[in-house]
């Protein structure tokens, strides 16, 4: 009989697609609110709040690429 592989349990995926949701969400809405602030303190300019958004957006992929890496590597060497 096989003996069930941990790595490959319904509940790690589930996690995972959590996590990755989470964390883009996390990370626009820090992009928001820094642009945010930032046109605030530049005279209502909204291009920075464009700016942040595309800033968060970019550093939640890369936060999402590192999230896979972590999650795909072999935990046994």
Known sequence: MKEPN???????????????????VVCVLIGFFLGKYVSDLMGDMPIFIAAGVILGLAVGILSIVYILKRFTEDPNG
């Open 6 to 24: 941990s790595s490959q349990s319904p509940w790690r995926a589930i996690s995972l697609v959590s996590l990755i949701g989470a964390d883009l």
